[in-house]
Every structure is written in C-alpha cells, then in structure tokens.
C-alpha cells in the first residue's frame, strides 16, 4: 500500500501529462456521432488558458465558482482549471429549478457561475438580482438571445486569458496547498436543505489512489462517464480517470445513451443502481415481447449463464460440457447486451444507492461483472468497493485500500480516511453532528462486516421501518425486489408504526402501454391508466408474485398506483434517490386510505 502526498490536484495532473502527454485524454461526440479528441498534453495547455482567463477576471486563491451544465467535456477543463489556481469548483445539477440554483450559488459566495446554453441561462436571468455576487456568467456552448455584458461566451472568455503570462499561471498553482478546498459538493438533500461538503485537493488526491488500487486498470483503457458531474460519484470516477492515465469519453445526454455507449466502447464506468434496472427491465421485456422459440433459447441462455455464474462466484472451474453451452449462449444472447454496452466493458461500478443483487446476478450470468461499492458525498464518494477478482452480490465489500470502517453500538456504518471531508460549508452545528465525539464520519446505513471484512448494508437508518408488531423492516431491499416487475417503475413503501407494510408504485409507461394494448385497454391520457381496474389487477398480480420472495411482515399488503416521482415535482433527487418526505407529504391522505379505507 503506497501513497503520494501531493501537494495539490495540479501536481498529479502534472505527473499523468507527463507520462501520457501525447495520449488521447478525453473525447466527446456531436449529434452526428462525429468524434472530437484532445490529447493529455492539449488538456493541460487547455486548462491553462482556462485558469489564465479566471486570473484576468480577478477570481483569487480561495474564490467559488458555479458549474450550471450537464456533463461534458468543458465542465471537466473548468473544473480542472479552478483547483489548478486554488479556485473551488461548485456544481449545480442542470435539473435544478431557479430558487435551488440561487440557494446554492448564494450559499456557496460564488462569484461566477458557467452555464450550458440558453436553457440554464434563462434560469439565471429569472434570479440575476437575487445573485448580486456573480460578476458574469459564462456560457459553454451558444450566445445568449439578448445582449447583456453580465453574460459572455466561452470563446469570449477565453480571450481575456491571453494577456497573463504563464508565469502568473505558475506562481498560483504552486501557492494552492492539500489544504486548500478543491470544491463544494452539496448533498442531493434528501431529507431537508442541501449541504455544503467542503473538499480538499488531499481529499481527491488520496481518494484517486486508494480507487487505483482497490481496482485493476490498465493503459489505453476507456472510461464513460453519463451521470451529473455535479454528483461527487461521476467527478470521483473523472478524477481517477486523470490519476489512472485513461481516457474518459462524454456521453451526449441520458437519453442517447444506448447509441453513446455504442459509441464509446468504454472498458469501464460508473452507475447509479436505477440504469441497470432500466437497462435490465428492457431486456426482459425485449425478450418476453419475442416469445416462441427466441424466449426459450433466452431462458435457457439465462439458465446456463447462471450455473456458470456460481461456478465463479464459488471459485470452482467451469466443467466443459458447461462451458461450450455457455459459448453458445454469448454467441446468441449475451453477445448482445454486451454489444449494447460497446462490446469492451471488464466491469462497472454501482453505488449511490442499494442495487438489486438479482439484477447484479443477470448481468453476472451474462458475463458482466457489477461491483457495487459505497461511498457519499462526505467521503469523496468512496468508501468500499467489491473487487474485481473478489466480489459478490448483495454486499459492498471490502474498505478501500488504506480506508477503515466499523460499526457502532447502535448499527451504523461509521468511515475513517483522508478521503473524509474537510467540513459542512458555513455549517459547524452539522458538521459536529455529522461525527462521532472520536472522529469517525456517521454514514447514516445500518450494515455489518463479516469475517472478510466484507460490509453489507441493511438500510439506512431514518429509513428503517418499525411496524406496530415492532418488526425491523428495511424498505429498500423490498423497493428493489418489487421493482424487478417489468410494470413497476418505482416503489416506496410505507409502513412505519402501522399494522402492515403499504406501498406507493408508479408504472413503467413502455411495459403497461404494451399490456394496455394487448389487451384491448382502452385509454385517452396516462392518467386514466393509473385509475384502470384491469391496470391496478395486473400490478397487484405482480405484488402477489414478487411478495412470495419476502417473510410474511415484509409483503406488501395494499399498493397505490401514483404518477412518476420526478426531479421536476420534487418527488427524486437528480441522483434518482426518493425524497421519502415529500412523498408521505404530498400522498398523506391516500396512504390513510390504504390503512382505514
């Protein structure tokens, strides 16, 4: 186990364009699919200019920034651009509503913000007098509609750089110290106002190392990145990406995903646990939709690739009769979800949330290998991690290298390691709240470690549900267990002081439009589906079944049929994260129908 102190993100970046220089360090593509490459080398003289242009703007060694984008290749080389000078990058999630944006660009003293076009500028002109510390705003991509001095483009800021010398560029990063806030992340806020976690460049440094090391990677290796860069678990895989040496490719938007992994052919990536639920309901219904003899040969496929599966799970070889099923299997099947993957992927991370360890097992079977981890915003987003020649399903494993875990007297997980953060932004009360009186970082889940030193989570700890019988239920094992139903789209179960569990279940649109038609269900809107009795029997008849995987006090007894929990109605966090509270708020008085209806 060996470590680098290094003195701040740009001596690490420093030492990877020096190694890679002429190396292809990032990609990103048009809405032609045309590819656009920079080398290591052409990042570095980039972000240089970057840097050299915040200096002209007057931004000073401890200034914040504002990132207002979707992920993509210039929210990357500002981000680098800040730390370099001892600027804190702070992102904001393109999803966010104008009063959020003004709560986190107020909260954070930022003094510019970058925006991606238009669509984000328009937010910021709505609260442009309630943001009287931003001295202009920088657009990535297009010009603004109206002239306006406070809003410039990115070409046009770029200009201002030209006139500071490199050696201004030099004196700054050599000033920036581990110490120094390399950004602010702040908390999805799940259960309340959204905090400020204050990151150092020793905080990233070492974060990046201990990834390095608890995983296997290799040069001229592809890493795709999709999710907010405004999330700490995209900008982590980014910055390891720069430690590691490989080459990162942008994804265009969520919604050209599967065409963009195509595209990509990664090697690696990192996911939210609500992707490969999508990715994993498509395929099942792709092939139940096939019927006949195309899903016999599927099922016998998924048959033969799970025996394979346990055969590497328990460490045993693979007996050859087994073995040319298996090849036969890949070359019908399997070769075509890994196909839709780009066809390279040796692995891909999940956290950020539970995954389903039936959804790891599929993907494990086909010959894709999910290692779920854990980590959160306070610690650098990294804290264990499967690995790739150690792993198993349903469980986080093992700390990362030179991390600790334990457990406290009452169930949680508590983290230790220089990939902790520094503080909760201008918020001391909660950041003594958030540590034990020893120092250990409260994670707020309930796990335990076994003789491995092997974590598994059992929930989260304000979400344990404890009915009337006083039985101990973690919601989102049973959340990921109904969710598996290719109509069911989300779950969040209820429960808490009452007699029996209850849900709140939205649909999954693709699926139920299919069944509708199937069987001649007529309908005019979306709406009038939720309210369907046929659409309420079959979702029921999908709770029966998924319940049969369940002990008695952890079924779901009455379920009520709700509009998808968005971004936009408040209802999911831009990570996809329930926002439990809201919920139970705003369907207070159908979950009273469920219990004395």
Known sequence: MQFKDYTNFHQMLSETVDNYANASAYRWFDENATATCVTWQEFYDQAKSVSKS???LGVERGDKINILSYTCYKWVLTD???MSIGVGTVGIYQSNLAPDCEYIINHSDAVLVFAENQTQLDKLLKIKQDIPNIRKVILFNGEAAAKDDWVITYDQFLALGKEIADGAFQARTAQVTAKDTAGLVYTSGTTGVPKGVVLT????????QSVYQSGEFKDGEEMFVFLPLAHVFARTSCYTAIRTGNRTSFARSIDSLLEDFALATPHWFVSVPRVFEKIHTKIISGAEAKGGAAEKIFNWSCHIGSQVSRCKLAGQPIPFGLGLKYKLATKLVFSKIHKALGGNVKWCISGAAPLNPDIARFFHAAGLLILEG????????FSNVNRPNQYDFGVVGAPGVGLYHKIGEDGEVLLSG???MKEYYKMPDE???TFTSDGWLKTGDIGEIDKNNVLKITDRKKDLIITAGGKNVAPSRI?????TSKYISQVCVVGDKRKFLSAM???DQENIKTYARENQIAYETDTDLLAHLDIKAIIDLEIKNKNQELPSFETIKKVTIVPEFTIENSMMTPTFKLKKNIIFKNYKDDIETMYNG
């Open 54 to 56: 915040l200096i002209a």
């Open 479 to 483: 959340e990921g267990i109904m969710t």
């Open 374 to 381: 854990l980590g959160m915003t306070e610690n650098t987003s």
């Open 505 to 507: 279940v939205t649909l």
């Open 418 to 420: 220089r990939n902790v």
């Open 201 to 208: 460049h020793d905080n990233l440094t070492y974060t990046c």
């Open 431 to 433: 950041t003594i709240e």
């Open 80 to 82: 680098i651009a800040d």
